[in-house]
């Protein structure tokens, strides 16, 4: 019988089945082993293969060269970033990087933008920074971007993904019109939160498809390949066909498009240094 992985508890994994959500215990190592988001096979009750996935959602571990499981089977992977803190173009970055090598569709979401005099300022230059990549405002408690992002979201697959206190189980509990997440406070002094949200949890969506809520995460190491990165970046990648050289650096060869386009303003000069700094990190991975 397939079932669909809600929680991971260590031994054991909670299940939706057609008869409901259940507990299940793990007899045997599975290979891979299940995240939240798998479809696994259950023989009486156990779970004894977990079927092939459509995509896989990972990072490197924070504590060694390992890769981790954030959630399988998504589509839709939600930037989360709150306006009461600076808003960091290397998170953003990285998590789209993160959202192509599973192939989802990054989407970033800023929150509390009720805390701010001019949102809008805010995600101007978010959007100039991550050309391509759709941007929703949201002030959950005013309502503000809500059912944006519901109409967004529906009918898909969605994993969140954000610092500790960004306001992520604000937007799970708006999206799934009750409180399913517990909403933390953050610091006034640095507007950190706790890790309100200690295990990953799939939910259904009210309007169709399934949120992954996760706990706070610090660091995004990639785990994915430079394709990915090419693609976060595509529209360096779209300048560097026109350089001279196929294998061209971007940095002093002449004949340079994309160095071009930094001088004549049309390309960030930021842009290409994360561009470099994260290529960086993927040709390691090979």
Do not use: Y
């Not at 031994?11 to 190592?29: D, N, Y």
């Not at 990072?59 to 992977?77: F, G, H, K, M, Y």
């Not at 309502?143 to 993904?161: P, T």
């Amino acid at each position: 019988m397939p079932a669909r992985v809600v929680r991971h508890d260590g031994v054991g994994l909670m299940v939706a089945t057609p008869q409901g959500v259940e507990m299940t215990m793990l007899g045997t190592r599975l290979d891979p082993e299940p995240t939240v988001g798998d479809w696994v096979a259950l023989v009486d009750g156990t779970p004894v293969a977990v079927l092939t996935r459509s995509s896989l959602l990972r990072r490197r571990a924070a504590l060694s060269d390992t890769e981790q499981a954030l959630a399988a089977n998504v589509d839709t992977v939600l930037l989360v970033c709150g306006l009461d803190r600076p808003v960091k173009a290397g998170r953003i970055h990285r998590g789209a990087a993160l959202a192509s090598d599973a192939g989802a569709a990054p989407v970033i979401v800023l929150t509390k933008a009720a805390l701010v005099p001019d949102p809008q300022r805010i995600a101007d230059r978010v959007t100039k920074k991550n050309p391509g990549v759709p941007l929703v405002i949201t002030s959950v408690k005013e309502g503000l971007g809500v059912d944006e992002l519901r109409d967004l979201v529906r009918g898909h697959s969605v994993a969140l993904l954000g610092e500790s206190g960004a306001g992520k189980s604000s937007i799970v509990n708006a999206l799934l019109g009750e409180d399913a997440a517990a909403e933390g406070h953050v610091r006034a002094g640095d507007s950190k939160g706790r890790h309100t949200t200690t295990n990953r949890s799939l939910h259904l969506l009210p309007g169709g498809g399934t949120l992954v809520d996760s706990p706070g995460i610090r660091s995004i190491g990639l785990w994915g390949d430079q394709d990915a990165v090419a693609e976060t970046f595509a529209d360096i990648a779209e300048l560097a066909d026109g350089c001279r050289f196929v294998d061209c650096g971007h940095d002093s060869e002449p004949g340079c498009a994309v160095k071009a386009a930094v001088e004549d303003g049309t390309l960030a000069p930021e842009r290409l240094a994360a561009w470099r700094e994260l290529e960086a990190e993927a040709r390691r991975r090979r």
